[in-house]
């Protein structure tokens, strides 16, 4: 059943086996999956409105805005000569997933290799991931129908899963062909067939949340219709969860299982327990703040503010790491391309779900490494997870410009309360390029990218580099620029990061409980220990759908 305000609630709603704090990409997968248990009766609470019925949310070529979004204005960022950026996350049930740019990769299995080092729990490493790593996806053929044979490795894919993956609808342009005889005439470039095959450094093509020409969101693969008919199943929607409260205590640790919420702007509170657990899948800024809130956080800033301790755990709302991206330039001849007019683009997608409306931005990523040889891998120890994973993301443009962005960063961020009300927002300080690695980092980018450009195929098509450019700018002049122009890649993770069972920092162990505490688990991007090397919903999906089995095991 639907609730789309907490008014209608009925006054017995008390008995729920599983409360899940946040329908995101993560929280919805939660939902689905417990739920298929008859035994167990599973609440879940989203602070944004239902997904459902909104062209918006369901054309690929779409942004959507508006009521759909949290848009935080981030603190200051000193390493980016003090701008602020736009913290976005989705607002709405499916979360993130039902606003992203829908792009489709795992990561390096060194990524979750690594999370099994940190958690001390080998279950975390990609070969033990790999039936979780599965079963979230279902590939499907393009929109339209053509042949992608050769553009992607079937072995590597799940088929009978829920979140629905294609390739681009159009087929190879001139700039993807020229970007394949590139890989063919530069050896430090290779073909990568499949991005999702955990070792895929190299030009390749890209792969995106997408079925038939719709976006494929958590809420839409995994909550649809039949299964929101569940009778074991409640989603509660434009509530907003304010805390966790402390019922009693079991020795040391507080029992967390109780919820505060409110009406979405404010109103009268109530509270609900949950019979088993409480799950928080907010996100990487809705699940520190719902902790910090509850006075689950760092006792000497939480005082503060006026807020009583209940569990203190330093290290909530700390370790952000998110991905920075700068723009290149280049110039290319002027090319004769005749786009389709937006009307007509409109017309084919509801016709028949064709047409460019029905994908997203470029067609191939090049994914690369700062080679082994670099003084910079001699000053810093590398920041990667291992050699299978790149340092640099690039979407490779027809225009000839690039975005390029570092996918292993030192930089280290927060997310704080600025007071004792749950509504306010919360200071988010994603501390970009603080780090010294990582704008030097972005001299090799550069220097990676003149490379690519240079290559023989590009004759005809480019004619210059317009910088930044490292070899021609001072030191200074450079890192102005980048410190200018940086931008993120919207990835934000680690406010509650996983460790080991007896490591005193972190915030949860290997089964995803918080530590210290009873009753509750985080089951979302903010528990991942390091930033994976690529983009982030796919890791999501893969923890949650291995933090399902885990929940079921344990009752
Ligand atoms: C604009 C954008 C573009 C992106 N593009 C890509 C991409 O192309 N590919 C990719 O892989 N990744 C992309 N990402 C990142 C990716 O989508 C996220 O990392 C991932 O979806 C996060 O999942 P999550 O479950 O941790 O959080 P979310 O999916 O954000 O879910 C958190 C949910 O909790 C709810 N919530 C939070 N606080 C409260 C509260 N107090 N009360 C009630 N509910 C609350 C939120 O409304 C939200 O629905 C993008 C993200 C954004 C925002």
């Known amino acids: 059943k639907v609730y789309h305000d907490i008014r209608d609630l009925p006054a017995d709603f008390e008995q729920f086996d599983f409360i899940i704090a946040g329908g995101g990409t993560a929280g919805c997968v939660l939902a689905s999956r417990l739920s298929e248990e008859r035994r167990f009766n599973v609440l879940v609470i989203e602070a944004g409105p239902d997904n459902i019925g909104s062209l918006n949310l369901t054309i690929p070529g779409w942004s959507p805005s508006g009521m759909f979004r949290w848009n935080y204005t981030s603190e200051p960022i000193s390493g980016l000569n003090w701008r602020t950026l736009t913290v976005v996350r989705g607002h709405v049930l499916g979360g993130s997933s039902s606003i992203n740019a829908m792009v489709y990769t795992r990561g390096s299995a060194d990524d979750y290799d690594n999370w099994g080092r940190v958690t001390g729990d080998k279950r975390w490493s990609w070969n033990a991931l790999w039936p979780y790593i599965l079963r979230n996806e279902r ?46 005439l530069q050896p ?77 702007n404010g109103g009268t509170p109530r509270t609900i327990a949950a019979k088993k657990e409480l799950i928080l899948s907010g996100g990487v800024i809705g699940t520190a703040q719902i902790l910090l809130n509850s006075g689950v956080g760092n006792a000497t800033e939480l005082k503060e503010l006026g807020i009583p301790s209940v569990l203190d755990v330093p290290d909530v709302g700390k370790n952000l790491m998110e991905h920075v991206a700068i723009p290149l330039a280049w110039t290319t001849v002027p090319r004769n391309v005749t786009a389709i007019p937006d009307d007509v683009s409109l017309e084919m997608w509801l016709q028949n779900r064709t ?201």
């Open 139 to 184: 590939w499907t053929l393009p929109a339209g129908g053509r042949d992608p044979s050769g553009q992607y490795d079937p072995k590597v894919h799940g088929h009978r899963g829920k979140v629905s993956t294609s390739l681009p609808w159009s087929g190879p342009t001139d700039a993807d062909n020229r970007t394949l005889r590139n890989t063919q």
């Open 188 to 264: 430090e470039f290779p073909f990568a067939l499949d991005f999702n095959s955990g070792t895929f450094i190299g030009a390749g093509y890209k792969q995106s949340t997408i079925r038939n020409g719709e976006r494929s969101s958590s809420a839409t693969a995994y909550l649809p219709p039949p299964v929101r008919e569940r009778p074991n199943l409640t989603i509660l929607l434009n509530t907003y969860i304010t805390r966790v409260i402390q019922t009693r205590r079991v020795g040391r640790s507080p029992i967390l299982r109780t919820i505060e919420i409110a009406p979405r």
């Open 355 to 555: 047409g460019p409306l029905t994908e997203r931005f470029d067609h191939m990523f090049l994914f690369t490494r700062i080679p082994t040889n670099s003084s910079l891998l001699q000053a810093y120890k590398d920041p990667s997870t291992g050699p299978r994973a790149p340092h640099f993301q690039a979407g490779l443009t027809p225009s000839g410009n690039q975005n390029i962005g570092l996918m292993t960063p030192y930089s280290r961020g927060s997310v704080k309360l600025r007071s004792s009300n749950p509504f306010d927002e919360p200071a988010i300080d994603l501390n970009l390029l603080s780090h010294p690695f990582d704008i030097a980092a972005f001299k090799e980018a550069a220097r990676i990218m003149k490379r690519w450009q240079s290559g023989s195929a590009w004759d005809n098509y480019i004619t210059g580099f317009v910088g930044p450019d490292p070899d021609k700018l001072s030191d200074e002049d450079f890192q102005r620029i980048v410190r200018e122009t940086a931008v993120t890649f919207l990835h934000p993770v680690g406010t509650a990061r996983m460790s080991s069972k007896d490591s005193k920092t972190g915030v949860v162990d290997g089964e995803l409980r918080v530590k210290g505490a009873d009753g509750i688990r985080i089951v979302d991007a903010s528990v991942f220990p390091y930033i994976p090397c690529a983009n982030t919903q796919a890791p999501v999906y893969i923890l949650a759908e291995r933090a399902a089995d885990l929940i079921k095991e344990a009752w």
